[in-house]
């Protein structure tokens, strides 16, 4: 009898808990359903210098994708831009970093963020975001190879499209990506909200889903949004986002977007990313990089500052011996040093692109190649050096 009574007690009270989080979850959503429009400022404090935004309707599904473009649009160096979680298609970079550089920037809204559709039912974020990709260079009618650049959780989505369609790919750059969770995280190396998050994540998927949902209202309050950061990151993104207003506010943007349709895209995909391992399986597309074949040859570069307190430098670590596995030519670049955080990487990230992969870089393979006798390396190994020196400065 006693046994009964504790098991009745015990199922009520279950009960009633997911009661309240079913119906915290209905009211959340009712009420977050629409999210405030990205609006910037004057041009004083975040000038939005994207050359043209887009959607276009995607003919396998009907589904919404939308993108925007910066730098040059004539440019034959296309990268194809895969946000974090929260991200969009607003890519806060210095206003300097690729306007007027020979560089063309396609920046896409992932499904559920900004303007693009969720995925259709059965399919995960990451399946659409890579057809989404697909789709987007038949759209365009790009007809050579592309540079991917993945930044946080975006590196595992640009690692997915580099899986699926290699052949179209020139180039791999993933900027403080997110690591696989069956790899153990070195918890000295994250802050304490970035702890916290990783450990529900990865044990209470479910959990940690409804929890954003429930939080709707804090998370979607972009009107202080660097503050609200200020649990996860480091002193290294403090003094890179003080130091840089422009990129600050454009951070906030970002985030106007990321819940345009509210949260529903940004929980999904972070439950993809960040609660594989407690799904019992690994990232969608990808699994375990080590076993996928194919990959001869590509070339993934990974950007990682160990000032980065949100991402685990020990994550890329793993992620290079992974793809290394694989075949891949992959290598870490990890500045040492208490500067940057993980902020500063996209800035890092797309100057060490356009060093090492576009035609603008024509001045620095010059210098690079009048060095090079002298070293006793060649000029592209030179340059690569060169840049990897610059960046750790």
Known sequence: MGKYIIFKTL?????????????????????????????NPATTSYPDYALSEHTFVSP????????AEYGDPKSKNVVIYEHGNPGSRVLPVGPTVVKGKDIR????????IGFTSLPVDGKTV?????????????????????ILCGFSAGGPHVLAIMATIPDKIKAVYCLGPAGYFDEPITWTEVSPGSKSANWYA?????FYYYDIIYKASAITDCSNVIANMSAFSSKGDAIFLAEHPIEAQGWANVNYEAYRQGLEGYARSCVEIFGAEAKGKPWPILGD???????????????????DQLVALSGSRDLVKRLKAASVDAELIAPEGPVGGHFSALNDGFELILKRECSSSISAGVTAATTATASGKSAPEAAASAVAAAMTK
Do not use: C, W
Request: aromatic residues 6%; positive net charge.
């Open 126 to 146: 990451i399946e659409t975001a890579v057809s989404d990709v697909a789709e987007l260079l038949e759209y365009l009618e790009i007809p050579d190879k592309v």
């Open 60 to 67: 396998t599904s009907g589904r919404t994708i939308s993108f």
């Open 11 to 39: 199922a009520l009270g279950l009960f009633a808990g997911s009661a309240i989080v079913a119906g915290s979850f209905a009211l959340t959503v009712r009420k977050n359903k629409k999210t405030p429009p990205r609006s």
């Open 289 to 307: 990089i080590a076993s996928l074949k194919g990959l001869e040859g590509q070339r993934v570069t990974i950007f990682h500052r160990e000032s």
């Open 202 to 206: 990865r044990y209470l998927p479910t």
């Open 105 to 112: 920037v396609l920046a896409m809204d992932r499904p559920g």
